[in-house]
């Protein structure tokens, strides 16, 4: 079946920056990337290189400090020069978002049940009857169970991995084309992790949302994402399949941050292991933001590498990429 339709979301050429004493800080540094229909795309890289600035530009989230350019294309619209009025029919319509921590998400003193219907009503003129209807199927098809008893409930009454299935139902209520999910399981245990994580892919495969999955955690990307994009100091190192990425990763970073995986699985556990810090985005290096810390930097490294690539190969952005067709020793 050959596929017409354009991506469901696309960043084009995005910059964001804040402003700081220390001059404006670059957190989001030219970023073009798309999210196909239906796929789920991970957006991987340490703390403190963007991820998160990347996903609240594409909610129109940012706060008014920051600086934007370039586009967030959804549809034929670009996100970045919509009314707010505008952006608030959309935003829980056709683009939502999970963050990290589900009770920031949840209002403390309204049933979860209500919340989900409340969600359907600001965007859809339906009864209450029939929103309550819907916000139960919803709460079953996210693996509530007793929906109809826990309806009802505040969300203090829940455990922190049916909260954060009550804000996955409360992000889907209207079928978004589009689901930006920023470290929805790093607060959670790794056994509940993985079954968000199962959810979120039966999900996508049910309703053909397509999900950014922003993670700093690999271990979360093997399990569920297709595609990968590594991000390093606000800019994008590395685009390809997953398969890609983890048999054969081109970037030097991309190859760093495999090496750092931690073994235990520790819910939450940064990684530390590579040598050196992410930069100080209010005076990146010039050139590639890796150089500084990576093994294979030459004088050339001072201009910055463009992304560049095909669907065979991935994309990278490197002047030194190892090579895909390399045979990968053990790690
Ligand atoms: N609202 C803000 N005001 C000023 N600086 C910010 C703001 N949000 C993020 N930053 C800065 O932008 C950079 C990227 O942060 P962030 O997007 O949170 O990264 P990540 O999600 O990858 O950890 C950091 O240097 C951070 O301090
Ligand atoms: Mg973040």
């Not at 920056?17 to 073009?32: I, L």
């Not at 999900?211 to 700093?216: F, K, P, Q």
């Not at 890609?244 to 970073?253: D, E, N, T, V, W």
């Not at 001072?302 to 490197?318: K, M, N, Q, T």
Request: some cysteine; glycine content about 8%.
């Amino acid at each position: 079946m050959t596929r017409t339709t354009g991506p469901a979301l696309a960043l084009d050429d995005l910059r964001v920056s804040f402003p700081s004493a220390q001059g404006p800080v670059s957190a989001v540094d030219g970023v073009s990337l798309e999210l196909r229909p239906d796929e789920i795309l991970g957006l991987v890289g340490e703390s403190g290189c963007g991820k998160s600035t990347l996903a609240n530009a594409a909610m129109g989230l940012l706060p008014e400090s920051a600086e934007v350019s370039g586009a967030v294309r959804l549809g034929d619209r670009d996100l970045t020069i919509l009314a707010e009025r505008d952006l608030r029919r959309i935003r829980g319509d056709e683009i939502a978002m999970v963050f990290q921590d589900p009770s920031t998400s949840l209002d403390p003193v309204w049933t979860v049940g209500d919340q989900v219907a409340e969600t359907i009503r600001a965007h859809r003129d339906v009864s209450r009857r029939e929103a309550k209807a819907r916000a139960l199927k919803l709460m079953r098809e996210v693996g509530i169970p007793s929906a109809e008893q826990r309806y009802g409930e505040p969300p203090h009454r829940m455990s922190g991995g049916m909260k954060q299935r009550i804000v996955i139902a409360a992000a889907l209520a209207n079928d978004p084309a589009v689901l930006i999910a920023d470290e929805p399981t790093t607060a959670l245990d790794v056994t509940i992790q993985a079954q968000i994580l199962q959810l979120l892919d039966g999900l996508r495969q049910r309703r053909g949302t397509a999900v950014l999955l922003i993670t700093h955690d690999l271990g979360v990307v093997a399990q569920v994402c297709d595609r990968v994009a590594v991000m390093y100091a606000g800019q994008l190192v590395e685009v390809a399949t997953t398969e890609q990425i983890f048999s054969h990763p081109a970037h030097p970073y991309t190859e760093a941050l495999l090496r750092a995986v931690p073994g235990t699985g520790e819910p939450g556990a940064e990684l530390t292991v590579i040598p050196g810090q992410v930069p100080d985005l209010a005076a990146p290096p010039v050139g590639c933001r890796f150089a500084p810390r990576c093994p294979f930097a030459t004088e050339e490294c001072s201009i910055r590498p463009p992304l560049e690539g095909d669907e065979a190969h991935g994309a990278v952005a490197c002047w030194h990429p190892r090579s895909r067709d390399r045979e990968v020793t053990a790690r």
